[in-house]
Protein backbone atom coordinates (compact mmCIF):
# COMPACT_ATOMS: atom_id res chain seq x y z
CA UNK A 1 0.00 0.00 0.00
CA UNK A 2 0.94 3.34 -0.45
CA UNK A 3 2.55 5.37 1.81
CA UNK A 4 -0.06 8.39 3.44
CA UNK A 5 1.41 11.44 4.85
CA UNK A 6 -0.96 13.65 7.17
CA UNK A 7 -0.93 17.18 6.48
CA UNK A 8 -4.22 17.90 8.12
CA UNK A 9 -3.73 21.45 8.73
CA UNK A 10 -2.68 23.42 11.53
CA UNK A 11 -5.84 25.10 13.05
CA UNK A 12 -3.84 28.26 13.90
CA UNK A 13 -2.59 29.11 10.67
CA UNK A 14 -5.36 28.30 8.93
CA UNK A 15 -8.18 29.85 10.94
CA UNK A 16 -6.14 33.27 10.00
CA UNK A 17 -6.64 32.62 6.98
CA UNK A 18 -10.38 31.95 7.42
CA UNK A 19 -10.64 35.18 9.18
CA UNK A 20 -9.87 37.02 5.96
CA UNK A 21 -12.22 35.89 3.22
CA UNK A 22 -13.04 39.67 2.50
CA UNK A 23 -16.43 40.11 4.74
CA UNK A 24 -17.09 43.67 6.01
CA UNK A 25 -18.82 43.97 9.00
CA UNK A 26 -21.75 44.41 7.44
CA UNK A 27 -21.69 41.67 5.41
CA UNK A 28 -20.68 39.20 8.14
CA UNK A 29 -23.48 40.57 10.15
CA UNK A 30 -26.56 40.35 7.33
CA UNK A 31 -25.15 36.39 6.70
CA UNK A 32 -25.25 35.68 10.64
CA UNK A 33 -28.91 37.02 10.45
CA UNK A 34 -29.52 34.82 7.30
CA UNK A 35 -29.33 32.02 9.57
CA UNK A 36 -31.75 33.89 12.07
CA UNK A 37 -34.55 34.05 9.40
CA UNK A 38 -33.71 30.38 7.96
CA UNK A 39 -34.73 29.43 11.13
CA UNK A 40 -38.00 31.33 11.40
CA UNK A 41 -37.08 34.30 13.41
CA UNK A 42 -40.02 36.78 13.62
CA UNK A 43 -37.95 38.95 15.78
CA UNK A 44 -33.90 40.03 15.46
CA UNK A 45 -32.07 41.89 17.49
CA UNK A 46 -28.60 43.51 16.44
CA UNK A 47 -26.48 45.15 19.20
CA UNK A 48 -22.73 46.46 18.33
CA UNK A 49 -21.64 48.30 21.01
CA UNK A 50 -18.08 50.15 21.52
CA UNK A 51 -18.04 49.94 25.11
CA UNK A 52 -14.78 52.53 25.12
CA UNK A 53 -12.58 50.66 23.20
CA UNK A 54 -11.92 48.28 20.45
CA UNK A 55 -11.17 45.34 22.32
CA UNK A 56 -14.06 46.01 24.45
CA UNK A 57 -16.38 46.09 21.82
CA UNK A 58 -19.00 43.39 20.96
CA UNK A 59 -21.41 42.92 18.59
CA UNK A 60 -24.94 40.63 19.74
CA UNK A 61 -27.15 39.04 16.99
CA UNK A 62 -29.88 37.32 19.01
CA UNK A 63 -33.30 36.26 17.37
CA UNK A 64 -36.71 34.42 18.27
CA UNK A 65 -35.65 30.97 15.84
CA UNK A 66 -36.30 27.57 16.06
CA UNK A 67 -33.40 27.32 17.86
CA UNK A 68 -31.05 24.26 18.28
CA UNK A 69 -30.34 21.02 20.71
CA UNK A 70 -27.52 20.21 22.09
CA UNK A 71 -26.25 18.27 18.70
CA UNK A 72 -27.68 20.58 16.38
CA UNK A 73 -25.62 23.27 17.82
CA UNK A 74 -22.31 21.47 17.74
CA UNK A 75 -23.03 20.61 14.04
CA UNK A 76 -23.39 24.09 13.53
CA UNK A 77 -20.48 25.33 15.38
CA UNK A 78 -18.28 22.48 13.20
CA UNK A 79 -16.74 24.35 9.89
CA UNK A 80 -17.91 22.89 6.80
CA UNK A 81 -20.24 20.14 8.65
CA UNK A 82 -22.98 20.66 5.90
CA UNK A 83 -21.39 20.28 2.52
CA UNK A 84 -22.15 22.96 -0.57
CA UNK A 85 -24.05 20.91 -2.91
CA UNK A 86 -26.00 19.29 -0.44
CA UNK A 87 -29.71 19.78 -1.28
CA UNK A 88 -31.67 22.43 0.90
CA UNK A 89 -34.68 23.82 1.88
CA UNK A 90 -36.07 26.77 -0.87
CA UNK A 91 -36.63 29.38 2.05
CA UNK A 92 -32.90 28.82 3.48
CA UNK A 93 -30.89 31.25 3.24
CA UNK A 94 -27.64 29.18 3.99
CA UNK A 95 -25.31 27.74 1.25
CA UNK A 96 -21.43 26.61 2.61
CA UNK A 97 -22.21 25.55 6.12
CA UNK A 98 -19.49 28.46 7.02
CA UNK A 99 -21.55 31.44 7.41
CA UNK A 100 -21.93 31.82 11.40
CA UNK A 101 -18.23 30.93 11.89
CA UNK A 102 -16.35 32.69 9.14
CA UNK A 103 -18.61 35.87 9.39
CA UNK A 104 -18.21 36.01 13.57
CA UNK A 105 -14.48 35.25 13.26
CA UNK A 106 -14.22 38.27 10.59
CA UNK A 107 -14.95 40.32 13.52
CA UNK A 108 -13.95 39.33 16.49
CA UNK A 109 -11.48 36.13 18.15
CA UNK A 110 -13.97 35.15 20.75
CA UNK A 111 -18.22 34.03 19.47
CA UNK A 112 -20.06 32.53 22.27
CA UNK A 113 -23.12 31.17 21.08
CA UNK A 114 -26.38 30.10 23.24
CA UNK A 115 -29.52 28.80 21.82
CA UNK A 116 -32.80 27.36 23.67
CA UNK A 117 -34.55 24.81 22.02
CA UNK A 118 -37.43 22.94 24.18
CA UNK A 119 -36.96 24.64 26.87
CA UNK A 120 -32.92 23.50 27.15
CA UNK A 121 -30.69 26.08 26.77
CA UNK A 122 -26.76 25.55 25.46
CA UNK A 123 -23.80 27.55 25.21
CA UNK A 124 -20.84 27.18 23.58
CA UNK A 125 -17.61 29.53 22.17
CA UNK A 126 -15.17 29.40 19.55
CA UNK A 127 -12.05 31.30 21.38
CA UNK A 128 -9.50 31.64 18.57
CA UNK A 129 -6.92 32.33 21.37
CA UNK A 130 -7.56 28.91 23.06
CA UNK A 131 -7.57 27.22 19.15
CA UNK A 132 -4.69 28.99 18.37
CA UNK A 133 -2.88 28.04 21.93
CA UNK A 134 -3.64 24.10 21.77
CA UNK A 135 -3.54 24.08 18.01
CA UNK A 136 -6.77 21.94 18.01
CA UNK A 137 -10.17 22.60 16.52
CA UNK A 138 -12.20 22.74 19.81
CA UNK A 139 -15.25 24.45 20.80
CA UNK A 140 -15.43 24.97 24.83
CA UNK A 141 -18.60 25.04 26.80
CA UNK A 142 -20.25 27.87 28.96
CA UNK A 143 -19.50 31.58 28.04
CA UNK A 144 -15.89 31.86 29.36
CA UNK A 145 -15.24 35.64 30.61
CA UNK A 146 -18.59 36.70 29.06
CA UNK A 147 -20.67 38.18 31.30
CA UNK A 148 -23.91 35.75 30.37
CA UNK A 149 -26.16 38.96 30.95
CA UNK A 150 -24.94 39.97 27.98
CA UNK A 151 -26.71 36.88 26.28
CA UNK A 152 -29.97 38.21 25.72
CA UNK A 153 -32.91 36.75 23.69
CA UNK A 154 -34.97 39.60 21.60
CA UNK A 155 -37.82 39.05 23.97
CA UNK A 156 -37.93 38.22 27.87
CA UNK A 157 -40.11 35.12 27.21
CA UNK A 158 -38.95 33.00 24.02
CA UNK A 159 -40.26 29.43 23.67
CA UNK A 160 -36.93 29.53 21.72
CA UNK A 161 -33.65 31.07 19.83
CA UNK A 162 -30.21 31.50 19.39
CA UNK A 163 -28.05 34.81 20.53
CA UNK A 164 -24.13 34.94 18.83
CA UNK A 165 -22.30 37.01 20.99
CA UNK A 166 -18.49 38.15 19.04
CA UNK A 167 -16.31 39.98 21.36
CA UNK A 168 -12.48 40.52 20.92
CA UNK A 169 -13.57 42.55 17.70
CA UNK A 170 -9.88 43.08 16.53
CA UNK A 171 -11.31 42.95 12.83
CA UNK A 172 -14.27 45.54 13.09
CA UNK A 173 -12.15 48.41 12.00
CA UNK A 174 -10.07 46.89 9.54
CA UNK A 175 -6.90 48.12 11.24
CA UNK A 176 -5.99 49.74 14.79
CA UNK A 177 -5.70 53.52 15.66
CA UNK A 178 -4.44 54.22 18.63
CA UNK A 179 -6.53 57.36 18.41
CA UNK A 180 -9.87 56.63 21.18
CA UNK A 181 -12.16 59.59 19.37
CA UNK A 182 -11.69 58.86 16.40
CA UNK A 183 -12.01 55.16 17.06
CA UNK A 184 -15.09 55.72 18.51
CA UNK A 185 -16.70 57.93 15.09
CA UNK A 186 -15.05 55.24 12.84
CA UNK A 187 -17.40 52.99 14.95
CA UNK A 188 -20.17 54.86 15.05
CA UNK A 189 -19.96 55.28 11.21
CA UNK A 190 -19.84 51.42 10.70
CA UNK A 191 -22.90 51.19 13.39
CA UNK A 192 -24.85 53.45 10.16
CA UNK A 193 -23.34 51.27 7.34
CA UNK A 194 -24.45 48.34 8.64
CA UNK A 195 -27.88 49.77 9.27
CA UNK A 196 -28.24 50.80 5.51
CA UNK A 197 -27.13 47.47 4.60
CA UNK A 198 -29.37 45.48 6.47
CA UNK A 199 -32.53 47.69 5.70
CA UNK A 200 -31.86 47.26 2.12
CA UNK A 201 -30.98 43.56 1.29
CA UNK A 202 -33.43 42.61 3.81
CA UNK A 203 -36.21 44.79 2.78
CA UNK A 204 -38.57 42.44 1.57
CA UNK A 205 -38.38 40.82 5.24
CA UNK A 206 -38.55 43.87 7.13
CA UNK A 207 -41.69 45.18 4.68
CA UNK A 208 -43.28 42.96 2.93
CA UNK A 209 -45.24 45.11 0.75
CA UNK A 210 -42.28 45.38 -1.34
CA UNK A 211 -42.03 42.53 -2.60
CA UNK A 212 -43.40 42.34 -6.09
CA UNK A 213 -46.78 40.90 -7.46
CA UNK A 214 -46.63 37.21 -8.18
CA UNK A 215 -44.11 36.59 -5.87
CA UNK A 216 -44.27 35.05 -2.51
CA UNK A 217 -44.13 37.17 0.15
CA UNK A 218 -42.07 36.44 3.10
CA UNK A 219 -43.49 36.56 6.87
CA UNK A 220 -42.59 39.84 8.02
CA UNK A 221 -39.59 40.34 10.54
CA UNK A 222 -39.05 42.97 13.17
CA UNK A 223 -35.08 43.77 13.54
CA UNK A 224 -33.66 46.54 15.60
CA UNK A 225 -29.97 47.63 15.90
CA UNK A 226 -28.75 48.86 18.76
CA UNK A 227 -32.26 49.50 19.84
CA UNK A 228 -34.00 51.38 16.85
CA UNK A 229 -36.41 49.54 14.66
CA UNK A 230 -34.79 48.76 10.83
CA UNK A 231 -36.73 50.12 8.31
CA UNK A 232 -36.78 48.26 5.00
CA UNK A 233 -35.50 50.26 1.76
CA UNK A 234 -37.19 49.80 -1.65
CA UNK A 235 -34.71 50.46 -4.34
CA UNK A 236 -38.04 50.47 -6.83
CA UNK A 237 -40.20 52.82 -5.24
CA UNK A 238 -42.66 50.68 -5.58
CA UNK A 239 -45.51 53.05 -3.68
CA UNK A 240 -45.01 55.91 -5.18
CA UNK A 241 -47.23 56.48 -8.30
CA UNK A 242 -44.36 57.75 -10.66
CA UNK A 243 -42.73 54.66 -10.61
CA UNK A 244 -43.31 52.92 -13.81
CA UNK A 245 -42.63 49.15 -14.01
CA UNK A 246 -41.73 49.16 -17.72
CA UNK A 247 -41.48 45.19 -18.89
CA UNK A 248 -41.83 41.79 -16.81
CA UNK A 249 -40.41 39.03 -18.29
CA UNK A 250 -38.95 35.26 -17.47
CA UNK A 251 -35.83 34.14 -18.02
CA UNK A 252 -35.24 30.42 -17.30
CA UNK A 253 -32.22 28.88 -15.44
CA UNK A 254 -31.62 24.84 -15.98
CA UNK A 255 -35.60 24.24 -16.79
CA UNK A 256 -36.75 27.13 -13.90
CA UNK A 257 -38.19 30.30 -14.46
CA UNK A 258 -36.27 33.78 -13.32
CA UNK A 259 -38.99 36.87 -12.94
CA UNK A 260 -36.75 39.88 -14.45
CA UNK A 261 -38.70 43.38 -13.25
CA UNK A 262 -37.36 46.76 -15.48
CA UNK A 263 -38.51 49.92 -13.43
CA UNK A 264 -37.96 53.27 -13.77
CA UNK A 265 -37.88 55.25 -11.33
CA UNK A 266 -39.77 58.66 -10.88
CA UNK A 267 -37.63 61.53 -12.09
CA UNK A 268 -36.27 64.20 -10.04
CA UNK A 269 -39.32 66.50 -10.63
CA UNK A 270 -41.42 64.31 -9.08
CA UNK A 271 -39.56 63.29 -6.19
CA UNK A 272 -39.42 65.68 -3.02
CA UNK A 273 -35.70 66.59 -1.78
CA UNK A 274 -36.16 64.13 1.34
CA UNK A 275 -37.45 61.37 -0.98
CA UNK A 276 -34.57 61.84 -3.42
CA UNK A 277 -32.47 61.60 -1.09
CA UNK A 278 -33.54 58.24 0.47
CA UNK A 279 -34.30 56.49 -3.01
CA UNK A 280 -30.55 57.44 -3.66
CA UNK A 281 -29.44 54.46 -1.49
CA UNK A 282 -26.51 53.42 0.02
CA UNK A 283 -24.09 53.85 -3.05
CA UNK A 284 -25.96 56.69 -4.09
CA UNK A 285 -27.85 57.15 -7.23
CA UNK A 286 -25.61 56.34 -9.99
CA UNK A 287 -24.37 53.20 -8.70
CA UNK A 288 -27.56 52.25 -7.62
CA UNK A 289 -28.88 51.91 -11.16
CA UNK A 290 -28.74 48.19 -13.03
CA UNK A 291 -29.88 44.66 -11.40
CA UNK A 292 -30.53 43.84 -7.81
CA UNK A 293 -30.49 40.45 -8.02
CA UNK A 294 -32.65 38.27 -4.88
CA UNK A 295 -32.11 35.20 -4.06
CA UNK A 296 -35.09 33.94 -2.05
CA UNK A 297 -36.45 37.20 -1.21
CA UNK A 298 -32.85 37.89 0.30
CA UNK A 299 -30.84 40.94 -1.94
CA UNK A 300 -27.61 39.65 -2.84
CA UNK A 301 -26.30 42.12 -5.68
CA UNK A 302 -27.52 45.72 -5.45
CA UNK A 303 -26.82 47.06 -8.95
CA UNK A 304 -24.68 47.40 -11.48
CA UNK A 305 -25.25 46.33 -15.17
CA UNK A 306 -24.70 42.67 -16.07
CA UNK A 307 -24.47 40.27 -18.85
CA UNK A 308 -23.34 40.97 -22.79
CA UNK A 309 -21.66 44.62 -23.25
CA UNK A 310 -22.45 45.64 -19.53
CA UNK A 311 -22.69 49.38 -19.89
CA UNK A 312 -21.18 51.35 -17.17
CA UNK A 313 -23.27 53.27 -14.69
CA UNK A 314 -24.01 56.51 -16.22
CA UNK A 315 -25.90 59.39 -14.97
CA UNK A 316 -28.22 59.29 -17.40
CA UNK A 317 -29.24 55.54 -17.29
CA UNK A 318 -29.63 56.00 -13.20
CA UNK A 319 -33.28 55.72 -13.25
CA UNK A 320 -33.21 52.22 -14.55
CA UNK A 321 -33.26 49.45 -11.85
CA UNK A 322 -34.21 45.66 -12.42
CA UNK A 323 -35.29 42.80 -10.26
CA UNK A 324 -34.34 39.43 -10.56
CA UNK A 325 -35.93 36.82 -8.31
CA UNK A 326 -33.27 33.61 -8.28
CA UNK A 327 -34.17 30.38 -5.92
CA UNK A 328 -31.45 28.76 -3.96
CA UNK A 329 -31.06 25.72 -6.77
CA UNK A 330 -29.60 28.24 -9.13
CA UNK A 331 -26.29 29.20 -6.81
CA UNK A 332 -24.11 27.13 -8.59
CA UNK A 333 -25.04 27.98 -12.21
CA UNK A 334 -25.39 32.04 -10.72
CA UNK A 335 -21.70 31.28 -8.69
CA UNK A 336 -22.74 32.53 -5.64
CA UNK A 337 -19.94 33.37 -3.45
CA UNK A 338 -19.20 32.24 -0.38
CA UNK A 339 -19.78 35.90 1.39
CA UNK A 340 -23.27 36.27 -0.81
CA UNK A 341 -22.41 39.47 -2.04
CA UNK A 342 -21.43 38.17 -5.11
CA UNK A 343 -23.65 36.60 -8.67
CA UNK A 344 -22.20 36.32 -11.82
CA UNK A 345 -25.48 34.94 -14.61
CA UNK A 346 -24.17 31.15 -16.21
CA UNK A 347 -22.80 31.70 -20.33
CA UNK A 348 -26.00 31.00 -21.62
CA UNK A 349 -27.73 33.79 -20.00
CA UNK A 350 -25.34 36.52 -20.78
CA UNK A 351 -27.38 37.38 -23.96
CA UNK A 352 -30.71 37.66 -22.20
CA UNK A 353 -29.47 39.76 -19.36
CA UNK A 354 -27.54 41.92 -21.84
CA UNK A 355 -30.31 42.55 -23.94
CA UNK A 356 -32.78 43.42 -20.75
CA UNK A 357 -30.10 46.01 -19.56
CA UNK A 358 -29.89 47.56 -22.78
CA UNK A 359 -33.77 47.88 -22.96
CA UNK A 360 -34.01 49.18 -19.24
CA UNK A 361 -30.88 52.10 -19.95
CA UNK A 362 -32.68 53.42 -23.38
CA UNK A 363 -36.48 53.65 -21.37
CA UNK A 364 -34.12 55.33 -18.44
CA UNK A 365 -32.70 57.45 -21.19
CA UNK A 366 -36.36 58.72 -22.59
CA UNK A 367 -37.50 59.20 -18.93
CA UNK A 368 -34.33 60.97 -17.85
CA UNK A 369 -34.41 63.57 -20.68
CA UNK A 370 -38.36 63.69 -21.10
CA UNK A 371 -39.25 64.91 -17.84
CA UNK A 372 -36.19 67.21 -17.40
CA UNK A 373 -36.69 69.04 -20.73
CA UNK A 374 -36.86 72.20 -18.78
CA UNK A 375 -33.58 71.53 -17.51
CA UNK A 376 -31.46 69.68 -20.01
CA UNK A 377 -29.70 71.20 -22.51
CA UNK A 378 -31.19 72.35 -26.34
CA UNK A 379 -29.18 70.80 -28.88
CA UNK A 380 -27.46 73.82 -31.57
CA UNK A 381 -28.30 73.55 -35.20
CA UNK A 382 -25.52 71.57 -37.11
CA UNK A 383 -23.81 74.08 -39.20
CA UNK A 384 -22.70 75.53 -36.15
CA UNK A 385 -21.10 72.85 -34.54
CA UNK A 386 -17.69 71.83 -34.47
CA UNK A 387 -16.67 68.55 -35.99
CA UNK A 388 -13.98 66.14 -35.09
CA UNK A 389 -12.97 65.87 -38.61
CA UNK A 390 -12.36 68.19 -41.45
CA UNK A 391 -12.79 66.80 -45.14
CA UNK A 392 -10.04 69.02 -47.02
CA UNK A 393 -9.41 69.24 -50.65
CA UNK A 394 -5.80 69.05 -51.64
CA UNK A 395 -5.28 72.43 -53.91
CA UNK A 396 -2.20 71.40 -56.45
CA UNK A 397 -3.83 67.53 -56.55
CA UNK A 398 -7.00 67.69 -56.19
CA UNK A 399 -7.00 64.60 -53.95
CA UNK A 400 -9.45 64.84 -50.65
CA UNK A 401 -8.18 64.31 -47.15
CA UNK A 402 -9.36 64.30 -43.93
CA UNK A 403 -7.83 65.90 -40.67
CA UNK A 404 -8.13 66.08 -37.04
CA UNK A 405 -9.92 69.57 -36.66
CA UNK A 406 -6.95 71.50 -34.39
CA UNK A 407 -10.14 74.46 -33.47
CA UNK A 408 -11.85 71.44 -31.69
CA UNK A 409 -11.21 71.93 -27.78
CA UNK A 410 -10.42 68.60 -27.32
CA UNK A 411 -7.32 68.78 -29.30
CA UNK A 412 -7.00 72.83 -28.69
CA UNK A 413 -6.42 71.70 -24.68
CA UNK A 414 -4.23 69.24 -25.45
CA UNK A 415 -2.32 71.15 -27.60
CA UNK A 416 -1.95 73.96 -25.35
CA UNK A 417 -1.31 71.75 -22.30
CA UNK A 418 1.63 70.27 -24.58
CA UNK A 419 2.80 73.67 -25.33
CA UNK A 420 3.36 74.59 -21.38
CA UNK A 421 5.03 71.50 -21.06
CA UNK A 422 7.08 71.56 -23.82
CA UNK A 423 6.78 72.91 -26.88
CA UNK A 424 8.48 70.15 -28.58
CA UNK A 425 5.50 67.88 -27.82
CA UNK A 426 3.03 69.74 -29.38
CA UNK A 427 5.58 70.02 -32.33
CA UNK A 428 5.60 65.95 -32.03
CA UNK A 429 1.71 65.66 -32.02
CA UNK A 430 1.24 67.96 -34.79
CA UNK A 431 3.68 65.74 -36.90
CA UNK A 432 1.81 62.56 -35.48
CA UNK A 433 -1.60 64.52 -36.63
CA UNK A 434 -0.09 65.05 -40.07
CA UNK A 435 1.11 61.74 -40.18
CA UNK A 436 -2.62 60.09 -39.58
CA UNK A 437 -4.42 62.58 -41.83
CA UNK A 438 -2.39 61.78 -44.87
CA UNK A 439 -2.53 58.32 -44.10
CA UNK A 440 -6.16 57.21 -43.23
CA UNK A 441 -6.56 54.06 -45.30
CA UNK A 442 -9.74 55.05 -46.90
CA UNK A 443 -9.86 52.70 -49.69
CA UNK A 444 -9.73 49.54 -47.54
CA UNK A 445 -12.70 51.28 -45.55
CA UNK A 446 -14.84 52.12 -48.14
CA UNK A 447 -14.46 48.07 -49.63
CA UNK A 448 -15.21 47.04 -45.82
CA UNK A 449 -18.39 49.10 -45.22
CA UNK A 450 -19.41 48.13 -48.45
CA UNK A 451 -19.26 44.45 -47.28
CA UNK A 452 -20.54 44.54 -43.87
CA UNK A 453 -22.02 48.21 -42.71
CA UNK A 454 -23.20 46.66 -39.62
CA UNK A 455 -19.80 45.63 -38.49
CA UNK A 456 -18.68 48.81 -37.95
CA UNK A 457 -19.31 50.75 -34.89
CA UNK A 458 -21.77 52.57 -34.15
CA UNK A 459 -20.50 54.79 -31.52
CA UNK A 460 -23.08 55.47 -29.08
CA UNK A 461 -22.89 58.34 -26.19
CA UNK A 462 -22.54 55.75 -23.36
CA UNK A 463 -18.91 54.81 -24.73
CA UNK A 464 -16.48 55.76 -21.81
CA UNK A 465 -14.65 57.87 -24.51
CA UNK A 466 -17.22 60.20 -24.86
CA UNK A 467 -18.10 60.99 -21.54
CA UNK A 468 -14.56 61.23 -20.19
CA UNK A 469 -13.69 63.62 -22.70
CA UNK A 470 -16.69 66.24 -22.40
CA UNK A 471 -15.71 65.78 -18.55
CA UNK A 472 -12.25 66.97 -18.59
CA UNK A 473 -13.25 69.98 -21.20
CA UNK A 474 -16.11 71.02 -18.37
CA UNK A 475 -13.83 70.93 -15.92
CA UNK A 476 -10.84 72.89 -17.45
CA UNK A 477 -14.11 75.76 -18.52
CA UNK A 478 -15.02 75.80 -15.28
CA UNK A 479 -11.72 75.54 -13.36
CA UNK A 480 -8.92 77.32 -15.85
CA UNK A 481 -11.18 79.13 -17.43
CA UNK A 482 -13.43 80.27 -15.12
CA UNK A 483 -16.12 80.26 -16.89
CA UNK A 484 -19.88 79.47 -16.14
CA UNK A 485 -21.87 76.47 -16.03
CA UNK A 486 -24.25 78.09 -18.58
CA UNK A 487 -21.48 79.31 -20.75
CA UNK A 488 -19.48 75.82 -20.60
CA UNK A 489 -22.23 73.80 -21.35
CA UNK A 490 -22.82 76.04 -24.54
CA UNK A 491 -19.38 75.27 -25.77
CA UNK A 492 -19.60 71.65 -25.27
CA UNK A 493 -23.22 71.44 -27.12
CA UNK A 494 -21.31 73.31 -30.17
CA UNK A 495 -18.54 70.54 -30.10
CA UNK A 496 -19.23 66.84 -31.90
CA UNK A 497 -19.99 64.57 -30.99
CA UNK A 498 -21.65 66.32 -27.34
CA UNK A 499 -23.96 68.01 -29.43
CA UNK A 500 -25.56 64.74 -29.50
CA UNK A 501 -25.58 64.10 -26.25
CA UNK A 502 -27.11 67.05 -24.29
CA UNK A 503 -28.42 64.26 -21.21
CA UNK A 504 -24.23 63.47 -21.10
CA UNK A 505 -23.47 67.24 -20.26
CA UNK A 506 -26.57 68.07 -18.12
CA UNK A 507 -25.13 64.36 -16.23
CA UNK A 508 -21.57 65.90 -15.84
CA UNK A 509 -22.74 69.03 -15.12
CA UNK A 510 -24.98 67.74 -11.87
CA UNK A 511 -21.90 65.34 -11.42
CA UNK A 512 -19.82 68.09 -11.02
CA UNK A 513 -22.03 70.56 -8.63
CA UNK A 514 -23.35 67.69 -6.19
CA UNK A 515 -19.34 67.17 -5.98
CA UNK A 516 -18.41 70.87 -4.66
N1 LIG B 1 -29.74 31.48 14.50
C1 LIG B 1 -29.85 30.17 14.21
N2 LIG B 1 -30.96 29.49 14.55
C2 LIG B 1 -31.07 28.17 14.26
N3 LIG B 1 -30.13 27.45 13.63
C3 LIG B 1 -28.99 28.08 13.26
C4 LIG B 1 -28.79 29.46 13.55
N4 LIG B 1 -27.56 29.81 13.09
C5 LIG B 1 -27.04 28.70 12.54
N5 LIG B 1 -27.89 27.65 12.64
C6 LIG B 1 -27.63 26.29 12.14
O1 LIG B 1 -26.27 26.19 11.87
C7 LIG B 1 -26.03 25.76 10.54
C8 LIG B 1 -24.72 26.32 10.02
O2 LIG B 1 -24.82 27.73 9.79
P1 LIG B 1 -23.80 28.44 8.84
O3 LIG B 1 -22.42 28.22 9.37
O4 LIG B 1 -24.20 29.85 8.73
O5 LIG B 1 -23.94 27.71 7.46
P2 LIG B 1 -25.18 27.68 6.45
O6 LIG B 1 -26.05 28.83 6.79
O7 LIG B 1 -24.56 27.78 5.08
O8 LIG B 1 -25.86 26.37 6.68
C9 LIG B 1 -27.27 26.19 9.80
O9 LIG B 1 -27.49 25.40 8.65
C10 LIG B 1 -28.36 26.00 10.86
O10 LIG B 1 -28.78 24.66 10.88
MG1 LIG C 1 -25.55 30.76 7.24
Known amino acids: MDEEVDLSPKPGALIESLRSLGYTPKTAIADIIDNSITAGAKRINIDMRWNGGLEHSTVTISDNGCGMNEEELKLALRPGAISPTAIRKDKDLGRFGLGMKTASWSIGRLMVIKSRKERKEHIFRWDLDHVVKTERWVVQSGTGDVEESLLMFPTQRVKSGTVVHIARCDKIMGSKTPNYNDNQKAHTAIVKETREHLEMVFHRFLDPKTTPEGQEKPSKVEMTLNGKKCVGWDPFLVSHDGTNLYEEETVKCEGSPIKVRTYILPHRDRLTDEQRAKAAGPKGWNLQQGFYIYRANRLIVSGGWIGKSAAKPEEHTK ?135 DAFPHYSGEEDGVRDAAEQIYRHLREEKSLTAERAIEILLLLQPFNEHPEIIQGIHENYMESK
Open 319 to 453: LARVSVDLIQSMDKAWNLDILKSKARPPANLRDSFGRIGAAARKEAKKAYASRGRRAAPRRPRTGQVQPIWLARKDKTTSNWYFEINKEHNSTKLLLTKLLETDPYLKKLLLSLLRLIAKTIPVSHIIAEYAEDE
